[in-house]
């Protein structure tokens, strides 16, 4: 069965560089969402959205920004990088009311 | 106070036992409850979804909800090493993000 995926794998980045990440959700899913895993913790909710429109916003900075297209994948920017914000990213897809699956995740460096 | 709290381990437990998660939460909202497996550096992977208390079984695992307690439970028969993991609970509202815990680290000793 098709999984969600993400892309790039592996990302390393320099602080104060921007970054990109890619989703592409399981087909007939319509809606995405995105986390936040750093070292030894729980995925963290950033940003939602469900037919182009974003559904709801946790934890993300207002450095990140992220939009999904009409093909409903979705890319995460990332602007302004701290070390910090290194982590797994991690992209789940749902359909309406369903449950959510995971992408294999963005190991994002900054260093 | 987490909305979720999940006792981190490390759980060590031999091939062949019986082995027990469990998660508390503290807001009675909630709606499903899962269970995902996480192996290192890998994207979560649902494992059990349910809705309302009671139990559910797939295989070697039995999921348990109890709302009126605000408790859920996972239990893993006939344990083996491929069972080695993180195990987060979740769960959320209707249509919403997932809350999760923070994960236990199981070991299962051949």
């Known amino acids: 069965a098709a999984g969600v995926i993400q892309s790039p794998r592996h990302l390393i980045k320099e602080k104060r560089e921007t970054a990109t990440l890619k989703c592409y959700p399981i087909?007939?899913?319509?809606?995405v969402y995105w986390y936040q895993q750093g070292p030894g913790q729980d995925p963290q909710f950033l940003i939602s959205f469900y037919e182009k429109m974003q559904s709801d916003k946790g934890s993300i900075p207002d450095r990140f920004s992220a939009q999904q297209f009409s093909d409903y994948h979705s890319e995460l920017n990332m602007s302004s990088l701290e070390l910090g914000d290194s982590a797994l990213y991690f992209c789940a897809s749902s359909s309406p009311g369903g449950e959510q699956f995971f992408g294999p995740g963005t190991r994002l460096t900054v260093l | 106070q987490k909305e979720v709290e999940q006792d981190p381990g490390p759980l060590s437990v031999p091939e062949g036992a019986i082995v027990s998660l469990n998660c508390t939460y503290s807001?009675?909202?909630?709606?499903?409850f899962m269970w995902y497996r996480q192996y290192s550096r890998k994207g979560p992977e649902l494992l059990m979804y349910?809705?309302?208390?009671g139990n559910k079984e797939d295989g070697r695992f039995t999921a348990q909800v109890d709302k009126s307690s605000k408790y859920i439970s996972l239990f893993i028969r006939d344990s083996q090493p491929s069972d080695s993991a993180t195990y987060l609970c979740a769960m959320r509202w209707r249509d919403d993000k997932i809350i999760f815990g923070k994960g236990t680290r199981l070991h299962i000793l051949p």
């Open positions: 349910t809705y309302s208390s």
């Open positions: 087909p007939r899913h319509d809606t």
């Open positions: 807001n009675s909202a909630f709606q499903y």
